[in-house]
């Protein structure tokens, strides 16, 4: 009779809506359908689904286990990764309460919403400066802030207690209650309380514990890896943007997690700002401005926001982009080499690996002022990539090269390869596949 609740035009659900929960699974294995936890969940979803609804709509859902591992790239990060079905709970939570918290956020906060992200961030950060100093013909400074382990130190009872009181007074929904049980149980769970190590403990070690789970303090900290946390981290500085925006009237303001940017044409106000928001920080939120990471210079020296250098009239990626980069390239080089050592050459998996790996730092990199940069890595790292691969004219994508020959080594270059739009020399050092 359970499965009937999502064909009856009659049923009035007073929890979770099955067809939500549906709404929700197929978001969560979106680009995830591959992975080992979400093809054991798709066996039986529909069975596994209903359970899930059952449970939620009868408070007898608990989250389950996490996985614990460390991440290098592009930093050093500790993640945990939810069960699939908790994360399809993650997703449905966030459904139900983004509409209402797009409208709460103010419109230069960045991160985890739908038509913004960092290169949104990037284009208005440059907006503000060109702005402020009338078009690059006036001083203006840029003030730049980060807040010192800031996923690590979410005050748990303080973040409950600001989205209790707004789902209360702005959620519309027939299931609040269900809704605010879900994110207490979403945000009182220590996954360090129940988890699995991936890896090993010594992958932990030169990680900061600043940036650890398994030494934040008591009813602090949210699991980085999660949908839920990403949205709620951004809800819980919501109060910090507003007293930017609105109290202070700050107009060049933004922020992406937890990176702050201010652009103003008098350096003293910006250094009058810092305490100020020190003391919002710590009394209204129990966080603290990073000491070390507090920037503030004139435009014109640049300024280093998401991954990217801001001067004035370009943008170029920083210096960490272009070494990992470099370093992926490498990688790929070593699995050719293998490869061809062994005298079979790289298989199409790790082909197309190498492609997307290469496609992705492109497609990053082709937003900003990288063309020379993009030509010339690619010019100088792909070492024997060029006997399975082309690239096009603006070196920005890599494609693999039709099975059949492209005759460069003829000079009968096939125009629909365009292999020889970076220099057929390359090309011709080497046989053709």
């Known amino acids: 009779m359970t499965q009937l609740r999502l064909f009856d035009p009659d049923a009035t659900p007073v929890g979770v809506a099955l067809e939500d929960l549906f709404s929700a699974y197929y978001a969560c294995r979106r680009g995830k359908r591959r992975t080992h936890n979400a093809l054991a969940f798709e066996l039986d979803y529909e069975s596994q689904l209903v359970r899930l609804c ?51 956020f103010i419109y230069d906060s960045y991160a985890c919403r739908v038509g913004k992200g960092t290169l949104f961030g990037i284009r208005r950060v440059q907006r503000f400066i060109r702005e402020c100093s009338v078009n690059y013909s006036s001083d203006c400074y840029v003030l730049k802030l980060d807040i010192r382990g800031f996923f690590m130190n979410i005050n748990i009872d303080v973040l409950y207690g600001r989205l209790e009181r707004f789902v209360n007074d702005k959620y519309r929904g027939q299931d609040r209650e269900v809704v605010l049980r879900l994110s207490r149980q979403v945000l009182f769970t220590r996954p360090v309380d129940n988890c699995v190590i991936k890896g090993d403990r010594r992958d932990w070690v030169g990680l900061p514990n600043s940036k650890s789970l398994f030494h934040s303090p008591l009813r602090c900290g949210l699991p980085i890896g999660n949908l839920s946390s990403q949205v709620f981290a951004n809800f819980y500085l919501n109060a910090l943007d507003h007293f930017v925006k609105h109290d202070l009237g700050v107009r060049f303001y933004g922020r992406y997690v937890d990176d702050l940017v201010i652009v103003h044409r008098d350096r003293e106000y910006l250094l009058s700002l810092i305490g100020v928001l020190r003391e919002f920080l710590q009394t209204e939120l129990a966080l603290e401005l990073h000491p070390d990471k507090i920037y503030l ?132 050092n080497y046989p053709n596949p």
């Not at 001067?311 to 080499?337: C, D, E, M, S, W």
């Not at 937003?367 to 399975?388: A, K, S």
């Open 54 to 104: 059952d449970e939620i709509n009868d408070g007898a859902y608990r989250p389950g286990r996490s996985v614990a591992f460390i991440v290098d790239e592009p930093v050093k990060r500790e993640i945990f990764a939810a069960e699939f079905r908790d994360r399809v709970v993650h997703h449905l939570l966030i459904a139900k309460l983004n509409p209402s918290f797009e409208k709460a």
């Open 297 to 428: 210079q004139h435009y014109e020296k640049g300024v280093n926001f998401l991954g990217v250098v801001i001067k004035p009239h370009r943008v170029y990626v920083g210096q960490r982009t272009k070494g990992n980069f470099v370093a992926a390239i490498q990688h790929h080089n070593a699995v050719l080499r293998r490869a061809e050592n062994s005298g079979v050459g790289p298989t199409l998996f790790e082909k197309q690996a190498f492609v997307a790996t290469v496609n992705s730092y492109l497609g990053l990199m082709k937003h900003h002022n990288t063309r020379r940069l993009r030509y010339r890595t690619v010019r100088r790292e792909f070492d024997g990539w060029w006997r399975y691969v082309y690239t096009d004219g603006n070196t920005s994508k890599v494609s693999l090269k039709p099975s059949s020959n492209c005759g460069v080594r003829s000079g009968l270059c096939n125009p629909s390869f365009r292999c020889g739009t970076l220099n057929h020399a390359r090309h011709e």
